[in-house]
C-alpha cells in the first residue's frame, strides 16, 4: 500500500518531474547562463538509476505523473529506452523538449507510447529566436512541433514572455489556437542564477489576459487543482492558453511537484536552496526513502522559502537565489 508524500502544510505530491541530462543544445537567454558548465556522463543517472528512483517514488509513494525534462532531454542517446521504462509505470507520462532533435526521435517515442510534449518556443521570428537562443534553429522546431502534432501527439507550447523581446507575438500564439488543437502557455519570466531577470523585464499575467482581452474575448476554463497553468480558450476555437503567473500570482498553495536533477539531487521546489542527494546514497546501495521523506517533510510553504517576486524584493530574491540554472532544473 503506498504511503503518499505529505508535506508540513498537508500538500499531498503525485507529480516528479526527472532532469535526465543537464546540458542542451540551444543557450536560451532565461535558462542558461554564458558560462555554464556541464557534468560529466559519470555522474548523470544511469537508465537503470532512473527507473528504480521512479519506481520507488511511484510505488513506494503513489506519485502518479511523471515528466522527463533536462537540459534537453533527447540529447540522451537512450532517451527513447527510458520513455519505454517509464511507460511500464501506472503514471501519466510527459516530455519536455526544445524541439531541435525531435525528428530524430519522434516515430520512437510515439512507438514507446509517449503521447504528451510540452515545447518550449518563445518566437515565430528565426532573427528573435537567434536573439533568445542563442543560436539559430527556428524553422527545424517549428517544422518538429508540427510533425508531432500532425502524429497524434498532445502539444503544450511554452512560451517564456519577456518584456521588450517577445510580448509583442502574444496574439499571434493565442491565434494559432483558433485551427489547432494545441495548448499554449505564457509563462512569467522568472528568476534564476545567470538569466538577468529583472522584475521591470517580467509582462506580468494581468498584462497578458489585457493584451489579449483587447482583440479576442474569451472564457476561463476550469483547472486541475495541482495545475501550474490558469487555462482560457477563445469560444469555438480548437485549442486554448494559459498563463503560469509564479511572479504575480504564485500557486504554492495546491503544489504536488517534486523534482530529481540529472545527477540524483531531490528538490522539493523549482526555487529550492537545499537539494538532497539521493544518487550517492543509491550508488552506496543504502536505502533512499528517510531521505526522500525528510526532503518533502522540509519543504517550504511557498517560492522555496524566497520572498514573493516584488518590485520592492528584487534584491533579496537576487541574493537569496539557489545557485542552480533554470538548465539543470528543468522545465
Ligand atoms: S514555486 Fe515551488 S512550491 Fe511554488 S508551485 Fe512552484 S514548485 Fe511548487
Known amino acids: 500500500m503506498s504511503q503518499p508524500l505529505t508535506d508540513r502544510h498537508s500538500r499531498i505530491h503525485r507529480s516528479l518531474r526527472i532532469s535526465i541530462v543537464d546540458k542542451c543544445d540551444l543557450r536560451c537567454t532565461y535558462c542558461m547562463p554564458e558560462d555554464q558548465h556541464f557534468l560529466k556522463r559519470e555522474e548523470l543517472m544511469t537508465r537503470e538509476e532512473i527507473g528504480t528512483i521512479a ?3 511511484v510505488e513506494r509513494y503513489g506519485v502518479n505523473k511523471i515528466r522527463l525534462t533536462g537540459g534537453e532531454p533527447l540529447l540522451r542517446p537512450d532517451v527513447v529506452d527510458i520513455v519505454r521504462d517509464m511507460i511500464e509505470l501506472p503514471v501519466s507520462l510527459g516530455l519536455t523538449t526544445n524541439a ?3 525528428h530524430k526521435h ?3 517515442l510515439y ?3 509517449l503521447r504528451k510534449l510540452n515545447v518550449s518556443l518563445d518566437t515565430f521570428d528565426a532573427e528573435r529566436f537567434r536573439t533568445i537562443a542563442r543560436r539559430d534553429g527556428y524553422w527545424t522546431v517549428w517544422n518538429n512541433v508540427r510533425r508531432a502534432h500532425d502524429k497524434g501527439m498532445r502539444i503544450k507550447l511554452n512560451m517564456v514572455v519577456m518584456r521588450g523581446v517577445n510580448d509583442d507575438e502574444i496574439l499571434r500564439f493565442v491565434q494559432l489556437t483558433e485551427h489547432n488543437d494545441i495548448h499554449v502557455r505564457f509563462i512569467e519570466f ?3 542564477a545567470g538569466n538577468h531577470w529583472g522584475r521591470e523585464r517580467v509582462y506580468t499575467y494581468a498584462e497578458m489576459l489585457g493584451h489579449i482581452g483587447s482583440v479576442y474575448s474569451f472564457e476561463k476554463l476550469t483547472d486541475d487543482p495541482h495545475s501550474t497553468a490558469k487555462a482560457y480558450r477563445v469560444p469555438g476555437w480548437s485549442g486554448t492558453f494559459a498563463v503560469i503567473s509564479t511572479v504575480t500570482e504564485p500557486f504554492c498553495g495546491n503544489c504536488d511537484r517534486l523534482r530529481i536533477t540529472a545527477e540524483g539531487k531531490m ?3 523549482l526555487f529550492a536552496r537545499e537539494e538532497t542527494d539521493l544518487l550517492s546514497a543509491l550508488r552506496r546501495g543504502e536505502d533512499i526513502a528517510p531521505l526522500i ?3 518533502v517533510l522540509a519543504k517550504h510553504a511557498m517560492l522555496g522559502g524566497l520572498p ?3 518590485p520592492e524584493k528584487q534584491e533579496e530574491v537576487l541574493h537569496d537565489l539557489s545557485a542552480r540554472p533554470m538548465v539543470s532544473i528543468g522545465g
Open 55 to 57: 519506481r520507488l517514488f
Open 190 to 192: 522568472m528568476p534564476f
Open 100 to 102: 531541435m532533435n525531435l
Open 267 to 269: 528538490r522539493n521546489c
Open 293 to 295: 521523506e525528510a526532503n
Open 106 to 108: 519522434l516515430d520512437g
Open 308 to 310: 514573493q517576486f516584488k
Open 111 to 113: 512507438e514507446a507510447g
